[in-house]
């Protein structure tokens, strides 16, 4: 919770992957709080129904159709919310995924370059795209989403995946640094697994579902609002000191 009451109101945030899991529920917690919220994901109908919730709360909301993955898309997408909202204070990049599992050497090109394009590329276009505006006001916060997986190195199954999150990992402490006197926080959040579509081959599976519970003491997945009320906490004014690192989030386990 922020410090300040009503410390939302009326600020911006941008959240990717917002038609979905966490980015959705992060859009409520931020409809809530009264913020305009800016649904941006590749699924349009996805980041439609999203935005009709932030407003059914009271809140305003712009939807947008975009890929992360293109500068061009995630350019215009920061145009169009300053355009819509006149000033942009937090930016939550939650858009990701693993594309598909596989074995270390199952790996090819393709699978590589999409997990790349998705993960990093997809963060780093939309804090390049937010950062001068943020910059000009002197104060912004953006928070990206890892996983767990970076510690873990995703062994058997998400190599790729993992590798792309520990470049998440990097890049926010980078951006954090470098900005750290100009007003910018940046964190990212490195969460076991939480209970949205993104898990839905492991819930289909018995097997997996075992062995993820067998390796989190509190024996249950993550909500994705326990990620958002993270990051709204982030993003306000009760933690002015709080830069650069990754935080897990993981009932205690998730280290195998
Ligand atoms: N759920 C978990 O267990 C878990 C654990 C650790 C990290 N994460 C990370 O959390 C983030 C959110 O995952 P989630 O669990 O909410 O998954 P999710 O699948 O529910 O949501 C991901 C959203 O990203 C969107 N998306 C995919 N490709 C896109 C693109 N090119 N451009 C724009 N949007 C795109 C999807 O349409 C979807 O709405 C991801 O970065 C994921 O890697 C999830």
Not at 50 to 59: D, H, I, M, P
Not at 137 to 144: A, C, D, L
Not at 202 to 218: G, N, W
């Amino acid at each position: 919770m922020p410090k300040t009451p009503d410390y939302f109101a009326g600020k911006t945030i941008i959240i990717t992957g917002a038609a979905s899991g966490i980015g959705r529920a992060t859009a409520r917690i931020f409809a809530r709080e009264g913020a305009n919220v800016v649904c941006a994901d590749i699924n349009e109908a996805g980041a439609q129904a999203t935005a009709s919730e932030v407003n059914g709360k009271g809140s305003q909301a712009l939807a947008l159709a975009v890929d992360v993955t293109s500068r061009q898309a995630v350019n215009a997408m920061v145009e169009r919310a300053l355009a819509a909202f006149g000033s942009l204070q937090f930016l939550f990049n939650s858009a990701g995924a693993a594309i598909r599992r596989a074995k270390f050497l199952e790996i090819d090109d393709a699978l590589l370059e999409k997990t790349f394009a998705l993960n990093v590329n997809g963060t780093l276009y939309a804090m390049q795209a937010v950062l001068p505006h943020m910059l000009a006001q002197k104060h912004g916060v953006i928070v990206n989403m890892a996983s767990m997986a970076h510690r873990r190195g995703g062994p058997g199954s998400s190599v790729h995946y993992a590798a792309a999150k520990g470049a998440v990992v990097s890049m926010t402490m980078g951006v954090a640094r470098e900005y750290a006197t100009s007003g910018i926080r940046a964190l990212s959040i490195s969460p076991g697994p939480i209970q949205t579509p993104f898990q839905a081959a492991a819930q289909s599976s018995p097997e997996l579902i075992k062995r993820f519970l067998d390796d989190i003491p509190m024996g249950r997945f993550g909500e994705p609002e326990e990620i958002g009320e993270l990051v709204l906490f982030m993003c306000s004014d009760a933690c002015p000191f709080m830069t650069a690192d990754t935080v897990y989030v993981n009932g205690g386990g998730g280290w195998r």
